[in-house]
């Protein structure tokens, strides 16, 4: 395999980039682990003074979560973030006003490799969210297990993220006066597995839990999809049937969360890596679905609002397909 170099005299900007990027990569990779290595240490090494109120601290603070998070404006700021967002960079575009007044869900697709644009445009304070969606405060919702790690938690929480539970779910789309956005990103870690460049497969036909909870507090859905969130990783061919996919589907089902066997480019050469290609990314916020409030809602009633969820997503994807460099004969499918 012929390796491409990078050039020596790439502005000092887009190496700031590429730092941030790089970062990032490693925290979603081996953050989680590395602070779990550090706890064992101060055990083993019996470091009682650290460990014993941190485990202390952290008993009473395990709902945090569940209950809002502990998002910090400092750590949202750092200015690491806006080299990340240039990296791609990220857009997020709005198609209607929203009313402060509601409660919304966003469904986000796709799920990617890594959801760069979700955290880049919800969990930093440099994306154009304040700015076009001003009252709003956005809860990214993310899997459980990353709040069960310890001392990574607090490093996840302080960027916004919060569990995607039933529970953390309700406490937002509860709060009185409108104003909080969830942003649950539908495809989950099953759909991963299914992110190649060129392909939009979305993993949604069985998710209806989002709409029963919309339903039951009366929360506006809005379809939200991003584009260039899958031409940014590269993955193994792992169609289904294959034993790769296989071995995946068997892991995600075991641990919750999936592993695609991604690459793209390195750090100063681009044949090869972990690191995401610098592609652009088009968060496309769609019109919200007004929905009535019904506690016990039916089954049909799911049924139909999952199908207009459905209609309105494939309805956002053609009208700005075109835009973003998609050939008119793609669409999406719906698994």
């Not at 601290?57 to 949202?76: A, M």
């Not at 001003?134 to 459980?144: N, S």
């Not at 690459?263 to 995401?276: K, T």
């Not at 994807?317 to 835009?323: C, L």
Request: contains cysteine; glycine residues 8%.
């Amino acid at each position: 395999m012929k390796v491409e170099f990078a050039p020596l005299n790439i502005p000092l900007a887009r190496r700031l980039q590429t730092a941030a990027v790089f970062q990032w990569v490693l925290s979603f990779l081996l953050l989680a682990e590395v602070c779990i290595g550090i706890l064992l240490l101060l055990i083993v090494y019996n470091y009682w003074f650290l460990y014993i109120p941190y485990l202390t601290w952290l008993y009473f603070d395990w709902r945090t979560p569940e209950q809002g998070g502990r998002r910090s404006n400092w750590v949202r700021s750092w200015t690491v973030w806006r080299y990340f967002k240039d990296y791609f960079p990220i857009h997020l575009i709005k198609t209607l006003d929203l009313d402060p007044s509601h409660n919304y869900i966003f469904g986000f697709h796709p799920h990617g490799v890594l959801v760069a644009g979700a955290f880049g445009n919800f969990c930093t304070n440099y994306s154009d969210f304040t700015k076009l969606f001003p009252g709003f405060t956005a809860y990214l919702h993310v899997l459980p297990i990353w709040f069960r790690c310890p001392l990574f938690r607090e490093y996840l929480m302080s960027s916004g993220p919060v569990s995607v539970s039933k529970k953390s779910l309700c406490h937002v789309l509860s709060k009185e006066g409108g104003g909080n956005i969830s942003i649950i990103v539908l495809g989950g870690a099953e759909e991963s597995l299914d992110a190649h460049p060129g392909k939009f497969t979305l993993f949604i036909r069985q998710r209806k839990g989002f709409v029963k909870i919309a339903l039951t507090h009366g929360a506006h859905l809005v379809p939200v999809f991003s584009f260039g969130e899958n031409e940014l990783f590269k993955q193994v061919s792992n169609p289904e049937g294959s034993w790769l996919r296989a071995v995946q589907d068997k892991l995600q089902k075991v641990m919750g969360f999936a592993l695609p066997l991604f690459h793209a480019r390195g750090i100063f050469q681009y044949s090869f890596g972990v690191m995401p290609y610098r592609k652009p990314i088009h968060t496309v916020v769609g019109h919200p679905i007004p929905v009535r409030q019904t506690l016990n809602p039916t089954s049909e009633q799911i049924e139909e609002l999952h199908q207009t969820y459905m209609d309105e997503l494939k309805k956002l994807f053609e009208e700005h397909k075109g835009k973003y460099g998609i050939p008119e004969t793609e669409t999406l499918v719906f698994k």
